[in-house]
């Protein structure tokens, strides 16, 4: 089955801990991209990447890191999380060859940051 | 700077209308928009994609329909249910590198039995 997945689902954190949210998809996508999604701003984007080796800044990147050493994972780092960070996040994927350019949506990882 | 926006925020209907839910754009020049729908808590399920070249997708009960000239796009719900019920989203693909979807905050949908 075609499907982004992300882990964990949920996770509680103290300041500062760092952590990881890894994000894998099976649709040989070049495209992936991390969103993250509050009450009354939406969904914005944070990092993106057009492939291997190749990332960059989405409108809200102050305080994350990614990395893409594969093309199937997208992971997303947060060296030292902040309270501020506590929010709804998705990692989706798409093509970049083609005409639909469709995005597909992982499940999501809800984060609290104490 | 792209902007989107979907008018009201929320909605409740009884069961069995037709309903339309409205989506404006600032920038028309798109390639793409997508219609999402996200349970609470829950993920984004992609329901319809219109490239910029068309006028309307159709999927089920849902007819979704698109005029940049306007910067509008509506997504068209025959016979609503109360499955139904989620908040409907759309989001904006311009064209360039970076394939970001610029998304509206949505309309949370309610469909009374």
């Known amino acids: 089955e075609a499907q982004v997945t992300q882990n964990p689902r949920y996770l509680i954190t103290v300041t500062g801990k760092k952590l990881t949210v890894t994000c894998s998809q099976n649709?040989?996508?070049?495209?992936m991209s991390w969103y993250r999604q509050d009450p009354g701003l939406g969904l914005r984007q944070i990092y993106y990447s057009m492939n291997v080796e190749v990332t960059d800044k989405g409108d809200v990147p102050e305080g994350y890191k990614v990395s893409r050493k594969e093309k199937r994972n997208f992971p997303l780092i947060l060296e030292s999380p902040s309270p501020n960070q506590t929010s709804l996040y998705f990692c989706?994927?798409?093509?970049?060859?083609?005409?639909?350019?469709?995005?597909?949506f992982g499940p999501g990882t809800r984060l609290t940051v104490t | 700077k792209q902007e989107v926006t979907q008018i009201p925020a929320a909605l409740s209907v009884p069961e069995g209308e037709n309903l339309v839910l409205n989506c404006s754009f600032t920038d028309s020049a798109i390639y793409n928009l997508q219609w999402f729908r996200q349970d609470p808590g829950k993920g984004l399920t992609s329901l319809l994609l219109i490239q910029s070249s068309q006028r309307e997708q159709t999927s089920g009960r849902l007819n979704a329909s698109l005029d940049k000239s306007s910067g509008r796009s509506t997504l068209y719900i025959a016979a609503s249910q109360p499955g139904d019920s989620a908040t409907y989203l759309c989001?904006?693909?311009?064209?360039?590198?970076?394939?970001?979807?610029?998304f509206g905050k949505g309309i949370t949908l309610s469909v009374r039995p």
């Open positions: 989706a994927s798409s093509l970049m060859t083609g005409f639909a350019y469709e995005q597909y």
């Open positions: 649709m040989n996508h070049e495209y």
């Open positions: 989001a904006v693909r311009l064209f360039g590198a970076n394939s970001k979807l610029t």
